[in-house]
């Protein structure tokens, strides 16, 4: 009985190709170096490997000094704006309200440690440069982060509607804000929003204003009187005319 020959295995062939070839290339690199050496002798001395504890910042900083290069200008970084500036917010709000309330008036009749100050409950009288004053039951104050956007909530009746009216404190359009009347007891929320309801609604606001006018000789009050005044006389004269 014969006996056939083992299989070729390809696996270890390649693997002995790559050995050869990885010799070869061994041998190449051996005979380059030894002909550049022989060839430029000089590369050797003048450049020599490196020694140890070599550092390629401070070979870079010598050679500047041999060769007397000049130092690359460098250029100071900007000033911080936070240094210079700590809170940027404050001093934009302090700017503006010194331009919009140089007096200080509205900012200490908002002023949560004023004890003056005007609260919900109390009556408003807002004047505009533009407009008729509006005056009413005060609902909300909402102030903000910042003290420019304070605003307030007005209500009251005209024509037997309820009436609202949102008016910013610090805006350029309003000319004053007078408190009216002040509520005797304090009320213990934030925001009457229940006196929108008809059981709790005060009504309309317009003869409380019209006594504080009277008392304090507002323009409102005296064209009133005035045109009160003027109206019974004109009637009276009518009617002795015609006696």
């Known amino acids: 009985m014969s006996l056939s020959a083992p299989a070729a295995r390809p696996l270890a062939n390649l693997k002995q190709a790559l050995r050869q070839c990885r010799a070869e290339r061994q041998q190449l690199h051996r005979r380059y170096a030894s002909t550049v050496a022989d060839t430029y002798p ?26 007397g290069m000049k130092k690359i200008p460098v250029v100071p970084p900007p000033r911080s704006t936070t240094k210079a500036c700590p809170d940027p917010i404050s001093a934009v709000t302090a700017a503006q309200l010194t331009t919009l309330d140089p007096t200080g008036a ?70 004053g804000i007078e408190v009216v009347q002040r509520k005797e007891k304090r009320a213990r929320r934030a925001r009457l929003y229940y006196m929108r309801q008809p059981r709790h609604d005060v009504g309309s606001v317009e003869g409380i204003v019209k006594q504080y006018m009277r008392r304090t000789g507002g323009p409102l009050g005296g064209r009133d009187a005035k045109g009160r005044g003027a109206n019974s006389g004109s009637k009276k004269n009518n009617k002795r005319g015609r006696n």
């Open 42 to 67: 000089s590369l050797a001395t003048r450049y020599p490997p490196p020694a140890a504890g070599f550092r390629p910042g401070q070979a870079i900083k010598q050679n500047r000094r041999e060769e």
């Open 106 to 175: 509205r900012t200490r009749l908002f002023s949560p440690t004023n004890p003056e100050r005007a609260q919900v409950g109390d009556i408003l009288l807002v004047r505009l440069k533009s407009g008729e004053p509006f005056s009413g039951i005060l609902l909300n104050i909402r102030s903000r982060h910042s003290k420019i956007d304070t605003a307030i909530l007005l209500r009251n009746q005209l024509t037997r509607v309820g009436v609202e009216m949102w008016y910013k404190v610090f805006s350029p359009e309003v000319e």
